[in-house]
């Protein structure tokens, strides 16, 4: 696999799992935070393999960006950064919780036109990208994102997680994506089957 600059913004738990994926499967990662002095997430961010810095340094930095942040802080942070992401892969993770749409691909769209946007790492909890694994299995992901030289680099960050990337269409289909979020909390919470639950596309 070709090794990628990949930034990811957002140290949360998906962001520092999404990092540490990317390093051990060879990217150099770099964890964008609106507080890149603060020694617990400096610590965060090189047990992971990565290192740390302001978002906008982060974006500077990479070639595909990964957003990871709380779904309702998109609305600030895509038109403050949105210039930075100009010809970038630019993959939208983040879940907006309650607002009329999920993802924020119309932002990214309006604030960054020339970026290359998916819709990916957002459909499962975040112990299916530490461990992909079900099994004798490797789970599946749905993304979004058009097709092209971008695709393949959208694909080699899925499965850098060990996840076989799904795509489901173009970002017009990105809310069928979004469903699996509901499905998913569905079953591993309201069905209590537990957070370690994937999905597999099964073809004849
Ligand atoms: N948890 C999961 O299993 C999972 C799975 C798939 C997708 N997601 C989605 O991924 C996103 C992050 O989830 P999480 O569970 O990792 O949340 P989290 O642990 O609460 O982390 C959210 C991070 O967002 C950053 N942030 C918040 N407001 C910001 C702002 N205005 N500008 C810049 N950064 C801001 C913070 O980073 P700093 O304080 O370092 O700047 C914080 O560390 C959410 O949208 C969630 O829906 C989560």
Known sequence: MDTIRVAVIGTGIIGQTLA?????????????????????LVELARRAGASL????DAIHSAEAVVWAINGSAMADAIPAYGQHL???VVIDATNNIGAPSMNSLALIT???????????????GWENFANPRYGELNGDLLYTGPTGPTQAVAENLIESTGLRPIRVGD???AKIVDDFVALWFSLAIG????????????TR
């Open 20 to 40: 540490a994926r990317f390093v051990q499967a060879g990217h150099i990662v770099t964890m964008g935070t609106r507080n890149p002095q603060r020694d617990d």
């Open 110 to 124: 309006e604030y960054a036109p020339t970026a290359h946007a998916y819709r990916a790492f957002n459909s499962l």
């Open 191 to 202: 069905q209590g089957m537990g957070r370690e639950l994937g999905f597999k596309i099964l």
């Open 86 to 88: 100009a010809d970038k």
């Open 53 to 56: 810095t302001s978002i906008e």
């Open 171 to 173: 970002n017009d289909k």
